[in-house]
């Protein structure tokens, strides 16, 4: 037994966590850069902590997914202000903008020094400044992971800045930020956290501490989802659902990804889609399509089991096939109102431009079995 595992320096998780703030911040320095959400209207009592902690803060809104002129400009008035320290406070686009931000801050050079695909990529030769990352929603996990998603949109792409350098100092979660969150984004970003437990379950190179956190996970996330979605308000399924996320956090940095994933990013680089909501449109076919080929062609049983044991879990049917799985996920998807991808205005004519950037994607390579060309577009046409 064999595995690797890192994660943020330290893990706090429990609702009312917040009121621990000034204590965990006390040796970060007295000047905080401050990144969150484009309003201030939610979370009051963070912004009372921070009253309490005696801190210096300067404020960055984040209004969409970081972008490199908006992250630029950000490091650039942090540096001004003398930030000691930096806290990202929000979605996974407000913590993966604080994430590249801090790594900026200790580093020398320009941001695509650092990015893949369209920059050099190099390796950050310093730790970022200390973050502390505080998540106002269960999707993402950000909060445990080392890297950035960055947006290109002259390129029309997402590309990754990643380093164990960036994984923050502190991740607090606290699930009553999430409470209240709107039903369609609730929908959306804890399809991004359940896939998130699902795929490094079954990816071609498991992890098995993160098995355990998978098999955790699932039950969880096939419970609560639809309560949290049903009640804004309903604290219990909103802590559920902030720890699947936590979960699928650990789990993709620690293990891969798979399909939904190896699409999702390209179709987002190309599209204005919702990361969350794409992985939603996509997982029924994934699942339907991987199910199919294992079971044809038989050459990983381990895999297929594991597709068998989640389908046992969410259906609570003893001998429910992977066939019924994937029913169960698109049945999961109406209602939750999922939209098609034809909604986010992709065409038919987009598919080859698609499949081929979804071929490089590194969650594509953790997918348990090798897609053709052919089996890439099926699954675009099921979700379409």
């Known amino acids: ?3 690797d595992f890192i994660t943020a320096g330290r893990v706090i998780f429990g609702s009312g966590k917040i ?3 000034p204590l965990i911040t006390a040796s970060f320095g007295k000047r905080a850069f401050l990144l969150r959400g484009k309003s201030r209207s939610h979370g009051e009592k963070f912004y009372s902590m921070l009253e309490t902690a005696g801190l210096e803060v300067t404020e960055f809104g984040v209004s969409h997914e970081p972008e490199i002129e908006t992250i630029n400009q950000a490091v650039n008035i942090a540096r001004e202000n003398g930030s000691e320290f930096v806290i990202g406070f929000g979605g996974g686009s407000v913590i993966d903008t604080a994430k590249a931000v801090s790594a900026m801050l200790s580093n020398d ?8 695909v369209v920059g050099k990529g190099q390796p950050l030769k310093n730790p970022a400044k200390k973050f502390i990352a505080i998540p106002t929603t269960a999707g993402t996990g950000s909060e445990v992971t080392k890297n950035a998603v960055i947006s290109v949109p002259e390129q029309r792409v997402k590309v990754s800045m990643r380093s164990n350098f960036m994984l923050p100092a502190v991740a ?3 699930p009553q930020f999430t409470i209240g969150l709107p039903a369609e984004f609730t929908a ?3 399809m991004d956290a359940f896939i998130q437990v699902v795929e490094p379950y079954v990816c ?4 098995p501490m993160v098995d355990m956190f998978c098999r955790d996970a699932i039950p969880r996330a096939a419970k609560y989802l639809i309560e949290a979605y049903e009640s804004a308000f309903d604290e219990e399924a909103r802590i559920h659902m902030s720890w699947v996320s936590l979960m699928g956090g650990l789990s993709l940095a620690n293990a891969k990804l798979g399909a939904v994933h190896g699409f999702a990013g390209p179709i987002g680089g190309m599209f204005d889609a919702p990361h969350g909501a794409v992985c939603a ?3 029924p076919a994934v699942m339907r399509v991987n199910g199919e080929l294992l079971e044809e062609q038989g050459i990983h049983p381990e895999i297929t089991e594991r597709y068998r044991e989640i389908a046992r879990w969410v259906t609570g049917k003893e001998n429910a096939s992977i066939r019924e799985l994937a029913e169960w996920f698109h049945e999961l998807g109406r209602r ?3 939209q098609s991808l034809k909604l986010f205005g992709i065409d038919r004519s987009d598919f080859p431009s698609i499949i081929e950037k979804s071929k490089n994607s590194s969650s594509m390579k953790g997918n348990p079995i090798l897609l053709s060309d052919s089996d890439l577009a099926r699954i675009l046409d099921l979700a379409y």
């Open 188 to 190: 959306t970003s804890g």
């Open 109 to 116: 050079g320009e941001l695509l020094d650092y990015l893949e």
């Open 204 to 207: 071609n190179s498991p992890n």
């Open 1 to 3: 037994m064999e595995f």
């Open 19 to 21: 009121a621990e703030f």
């Open 281 to 283: 449109a996509l997982m």
């Open 336 to 338: 939750l109102k999922i």
């Open 172 to 174: 607090l979660v606290d």
